[in-house]
């Protein structure tokens, strides 16, 4: 049975005759539970991506709509396969990305028409369009933002056509997405941090380290000697928060099932100053369901805005939320938009601020794509490119059409006003305006808009400049 037959298999904690510490990397000492089994086995289970996951993704509906979205996003990019033709345009391409303005937006798809031209190869983009016979392009993507935003980074386990005896020689004919919160790491040491992997779910079978690929949030935690490779998750630093999410959600559930606020309503009577009077006057039990029974029939006979008729004086106490409870409910809404802020989104673009405008509703749309959707396109692109495309020989680079996002369709009137400023070839221009290029013989010639001449150049007599002197006006007395 091979590793990838183990892939979705329930992990199974190893148990030994003599006392052993099964940790999980994202163990700390607090979050640490003991367990005792037979023969004085002692095991720890930690708070570790399982949970994170679970608590996080699955059972926490903002959590879901915020990742939902991210992960939609960035899996519905199309990828498309280019040769670089200047390597130097390409480097300031990449730069133009690190962070995304309109201005920088519209000099990238400049510097990317001279630095890349698409090409065809069949073979590479069968692979990306269909990484595994399970998933798709969109289903991998979407299961890579999502493990790293949850766990802390996502794993690319490649099979490979290469020689039997060796294994991470060969072209990558297949690209699998373990669960991340399985993997595990094996160090060699100082100089070899990442000697091999293997899955929790299948310990004796080892995965060369050249044949996963990586990519990880960045992780300050060193407790141990392979803790800060593993990532941090998002859910890890917001943890106080989703806690605090859930303790809201749980004092508004019962809420919800005390149905709210309610009225007791009862039968004032005077006050002798004898207890046991106070007692015979306000009845007995049964006489108190029988007094609620009439007053339920006559809510039901008077219709809205009758008049209800009472033989004796009636008061009521209302019981309703605490002060307590309605801080709760009320910091709910500030919860949400600080779990929109830790994914980089803006409240609104999921639905969870109060007062939304449609002229700051698309600013907040392209302020989500440009913050939290291109960075995770620009590391999944150095990925393919770093560890897939090398495979297939050398020269190729994965990119992606950030045309696809409508948010990032600047205004055209603006956009060709701030490129006529600029000296370009037609069809550097075009490109710009995202149209397709022109074949002539001079769109790649570099055109300037000069838009001043001289007036006696077309026809019409200038005023005197201050060295001219008017003959006319020489011999005036």
Known sequence: MGVLDNIWRKPKLPTVKNPVAVVSPYATPMEMMFRFTGDNQVVWYADGGSNLIKKGFLENHVIYTIQDWKCSKVASVPPVLYRVKNAKAYKKYRALLQ????????QARIEKYKALEEIENSEIMNVINQP????????????YTLYKDQVGAAYFMAVRSGSVNDKTKGKIKQMFLPPAHHMRIISGGQFQPIKEYYLQTSPSEKIEAANVCRIANFSPQYENETQHLYGLSRLQAAKNILLKYDEGTTVEANLLQKRGIRDILFRKTPDTGNPVDSVNQQ???????????????????????????????LGSIRVGMSIGDLKILESQKVTKEDLCAAWHIHPMVVGYQGQTTYTNFPEARKMAITDAVIPELEALKDALNNWFLPSYGEGYVIDFDLDFFSELQEDKKAKAEWLDKIPLSPNEYRTAMGWDEDPGINSNKIMVRTGKVILDDIGIESYPSETEVDPDLVDLP
């Open 99 to 106: 962070n995304p303005t309109d201005e920088s937006l519209i």
């Open 132 to 143: 595994n016979p399970l998933m798709g392009w969109y289903q991998f993507a979407y299961g």
């Open 283 to 313: 009845g007995t039990f049964e006489q108190f369901m029988e007094t609620r029974d009439v007053w339920e029939q006559r809510l039901e006979e008077t219709t809205s805005g009758g008049i209800m008729v009472s033989e004796s004086e």
